[in-house]
């Protein structure tokens, strides 16, 4: 026997327990492997489910906000109003929405970390949106007050609802995959914004197509559309992404104080970081000019007399130019280096500022459309990398939540610039007895200067970012770590 088992051979008890012990191990083997096939696999519904969000509401951005609520705004529902009037009201009515947005975001993402509601909290702005935007599509004509609230109150919702679809990105990606997956989610956004937008260009150019009467029919159906894909596409964010888990229920007032001391502190320790709180007013300049342009570009098109048809496609443009650009920069800021490239998409939207307030024909807003569409999210991406490179890493949350506060508060100086321009401009230049067609002309001045004021925020980010030294930027956080250190001395 022992020579048996020499040759390979076990006694029949010895055999039996190494057999047991190793089908034993096998089957343990499997019903890991079983919940690890599960957990990968929820964990992937996790991430299409929150990235396909960004699929979803990006038709607001695209069809509502860039496109046709301008164009329904000045030819529609304020078609009486004069021209450079009905920018102004239009720029205050997205300056609003936005400082609305801005001061109750960080207040109501604090909450929502504190109570675990930040799914349900999207859920709530997001429906509040896609209401909206269905009213909009119900409001007769001349009726500019109640779109523009309408408009305002949509923007609420989907500015609103992106402060808790950005908080949930570190709880659907992996550590190691979370630039993986946020740019995953801006890809569909761009994709599933174009799409809608160019069915919905089509509509409103081949109304007869569709079974509809005429461009305002078709304008209104595209709005429709928008609230249907904003809320059918939402469902998979509804179903697909985990729920927060669940925390101790606090009085809503002492959540509400709890947040507030908690972004009192985190503005205090952004101002002793002296090169990162000097970066945070270049990008509040910079980017501010960028979503003014966004969100004026077709009513300063209409306002020069350009046909519609010409505006949407260009914007079309801008849509589908945009998501590769936005990988071609993040290329060149490896290779060249990211405050270049950020030079680089700043000095190319001056020179479109500067192009625009001068253009005269259709032909010259399709190049600005594809040039502004080549650095547009680039400028976004790199900011946001560059931002990495200046805060603690183990504080990148609390960071980029103030980071993402200052987005929020994007587009208010902007279009309440353009306004307050064209009409000072147009009051400083009209004669007291004018004629039809002084008054056409000073329009004209007014608008184009309306454009150059944007030439400023631009400015003011670059000279801002001038002075932003990284290496100075490290030390300083460096310092600030060491300081917070339990063996500091």
């Known amino acids: 026997m022992f020579a048996a088992s020499k040759c390979g051979r076990w006694p029949a008890g010895e055999r039996g327990g190494r057999a047991q012990k190793r089908y034993g191990r096998d089957s343990e083997s499997v019903a890991v492997s079983i919940v690890e096939k599960e957990a990968n696999r929820n964990r992937r519904r996790a991430i299409w489910g929150w990235a396909l969000y960004d699929w979803a509401n990006s038709a607001f951005a695209t069809t509502v906000i860039a496109v046709f609520f301008p164009i329904m705004f000045k030819q529609y529902w304020g078609q009486d109003l004069d021209v450079n009037l009905s920018t102004f009201r239009l720029g205050m009515g997205n300056a609003l929405a936005s400082l609305v947005v801005a001061a109750m975001a960080p207040l109501l993402g604090a909450v929502a970390d504190k109570c675990g509601q930040r799914k349900g909290m999207l859920i709530a702005f997001t429906y509040l949106g896609v209401l909206m935007t269905a009213g909009l599509a119900l409001i007769p004509q001349n009726q500019w007050p109640v779109a523009l609230i309408l408009y305002a109150v949509g923007v609420i919702g989907f500015s609103g609802a992106n402060v808790f679809y950005d908080a949930l990105l570190p709880h659907v990606a992996p550590p190691g995959r979370i630039d993986q997956v946020s740019s995953l989610g801006y890809a569909l956004g761009y994709l599933g914004g174009g799409l809608l937008l160019a069915v919905n260009v089509l509509m409103t150019t081949q109304p007869h197509l569709f079974g509809l009467a005429g461009p305002i029919q078709a304008i209104k159906a595209a709005l429709c559309c928008v609230a249907l894909w904003w809320a059918m596409f939402t469902l998979f964010t509804i179903v697909w992404v985990p729920p927060d888990p669940r925390k101790r229920h606090q009085p809503l007032i002492i959540q509400i104080k ?99 307030a001068f253009m005269t024909r259709p032909g010259e807003f399709y190049l600005l459309a594809a040039v502004i569409g080549l650095v547009q999210g680039g400028i976004q991406a790199l900011s946001r990398s560059y931002y990495a490179r200046l805060i603690p890493a183990e504080r990148s949350a609390e960071f980029y939540g103030f980071y993402n506060m200052l987005g929020k508060f994007a587009a208010i100086v902007g279009p309440m610039l353009m306004g307050l321009t064209g009409l000072a401009t147009k009051r400083l230049l009209l004669p007291v007895a004018a004629t039809p067609e002084q008054i056409r002309i000073t329009g004209l001045v007014a608008t184009r200067t309306s454009i150059i004021s944007v030439l400023l925020l631009f400015l003011a980010g670059a000279v801002l970012f001038y002075f932003v030294d990284e290496g100075k930027g490290k030390m300083e956080m460096q310092r600030l770590t060491d300081q917070a250190s339990p063996t500091a001395p």
Request: aromatic share 18%; net charge positive; charged share 15%.
């Open 258 to 356: 709890s947040a507030g001391r908690q972004i009192i502190a985190t503005f205090k320790l952004v101002r002793q970081l002296k090169t990162l709180f000097t970066f945070l007013l270049a990008y509040w300049c910079y980017i501010d000019g960028v979503d003014t342009i966004v969100r004026m570009a077709v009513d300063f098109g209409v306002s020069l007399g350009f046909n519609t048809d010409d505006l949407v496609k260009a914007l079309l443009i801008t849509q589908f130019v945009g998501f590769p650009s936005a990988l071609l920069f993040g290329r060149l800021g490896k290779y060249w280096g990211i405050r270049p490239s950020i030079y680089l998409a700043l000095y190319i939207y001056m020179g479109v500022t500067l192009w625009g």
